[in-house]
């Protein structure tokens, strides 16, 4: 069983930066992506950015491309989503999801596992 752990989140000022944390374990696949995705209050889940496992490629949805940057580090078993320039706008549940393969997509109907969530609050 896949899990997901996500950390970092909190509250920021606007302008601020964080940088949150996704412990992956129990996987199996050789090749797996791993996405980041948010949800507001009274909106729909949107995709963030995605990585590969094996290659570290990258996909970032439109609007989140600029201050958003995803990265992992395998031998940590770690994926990281650095924001900068944050707006209240960017506050959210920020979730962390699973999908087995190497198609690099934000869309959270293909991932399978997904971690708790954490908060990410901007506001001053």
């Known amino acids: 069983q896949v899990q997901l752990v996500e950390s970092g989140g909190g509250l920021v000022q606007p302008g601020g930066s964080l940088r949150l944390s996704c412990v992956v374990s129990g996987f199996t696949q050789d090749y797996y992506v791993i996405g980041w995705f948010r949800q507001a209050p009274g909106k729909e889940c949107e995709g963030v950015a995605s990585i590969s496992n094996r290659l570290g490629l990258t996909t970032y949805a439109d609007s989140m491309k600029g201050r958003f940057t995803i990265s992992r580090d395998n031998a940590k078993n770690t994926v990281y989503l650095q924001m900068t320039s944050l707006k209240p706008e960017d506050t959210a549940v920020y979730y962390c999801?699973?999908?087995?393969?190497?198609?690099?997509?934000?869309?959270?109907?293909?991932?399978?596992?997904w971690g708790q969530g954490t908060q990410v609050t901007v506001s001053s």
């Open positions: 999801a699973y999908k087995s393969g190497s198609r690099l997509v934000v869309f959270e109907y293909e991932y399978q596992y």
